[in-house]
Every structure is written in structure tokens, then in C-alpha cells.
Nanobody
Framework: QVQLVESGGGLAQPGGSLRLSCAASGRSWNGFFMAWFRQAPGKEREFLGYFSWSSGKPYYVDSVNGRFTISRDDIKDTVYLQMNSLTPEDTARYYC???????????????WGQGTLVTVSS
């Protein structure tokens, strides 16, 4: 059974950091792009970036480039999202997803986790 399971969400203070994890299981992820999205209340799901499982190269949208970092532990089959300099605008449910193509579009992602909630507040 293919599963993506996120963890690591919680409450962070403005200016703080959090690291989210996405444990991927049930298949080989070679050739897949592992992405992070987020969805704030009342807003559409937003693409943040992806990590190529094969090449190890990440891609980020401009709004998070320099603050967020996606990485991988290929022994644990886990993808991470390191988030720094958090602001209240980063409050959202964060999802990891997997696609066989490099894409910013939710419809191209075959596999999704259930999400983990991040709240940034003082």
C-alpha cells in the first residue's frame, strides 16, 4: 500500500523554524518528484516546491525560496521540509505529494499525504 505520511507540524512563533517530515512507503520512488503543498483556510492549495528523487535537485517557488528547504533521507525514504523565518502567513495545512513528472499542478500528483497543520502565532 502506497502511503505518504506527514508529521512535524505544530505551533511555531514568528521568526521560528519547523521541520516537517514525509515518510514515503509502498513503492520505489525513483523517478518521482516529491512535492510540498500547503493550504490555508479559505484558500486554494499552494505549491511550494519539489525534490527530484532521482537527481536530488530541488525546485522552489519564489515566495519560499531561501526560507524553505526540501531534502531527502533515501535510507529512511523520507522527505523533509525545513521552514525558517516563519510568519503568520505560513499558517496552513502542509501536504506532501508525489508525481512522476515535475509539476506545480495538484492534478499531476498521484499520491498525497493527509497533511500536517502548522500554526505560526505568538
Amino acid at each position: 500500500q502506497v502511503q505518504l505520511v506527514e508529521s512535524g507540524g505544530g505551533l511555531a512563533q514568528p521568526g521560528g523554524s519547523l521541520r516537517l517530515s514525509c515518510a514515503a512507503s509502498g513503492r520505489s520512488w525513483n523517478g518521482f518528484f516529491m512535492a510540498w503543498f500547503r493550504q490555508a483556510p479559505g484558500k486554494e492549495r499552494e505549491f511550494l516546491g519539489y525534490f527530484s528523487w532521482s537527481s536530488g535537485k530541488p525546485y522552489y517557488v519564489d515566495s519560499v525560496n531561501g526560507r524553505f528547504t526540501i531534502s531527502r533521507d533515501d535510507i529512511k525514504d523520507t522527505v523533509y521540509l525545513q521552514m525558517n523565518s516563519l510568519t503568520p502567513e505560513d499558517t496552513a495545512r502542509y501536504y506532501c505529494a508525489a508525481s512522476p513528472i515535475a509539476s506545480m499542478l495538484t492534478q499531476n500528483y498521484n499520491y498525497w499525504g493527509q497533511g500536517t497543520l502548522v500554526t505560526v502565532s505568538s
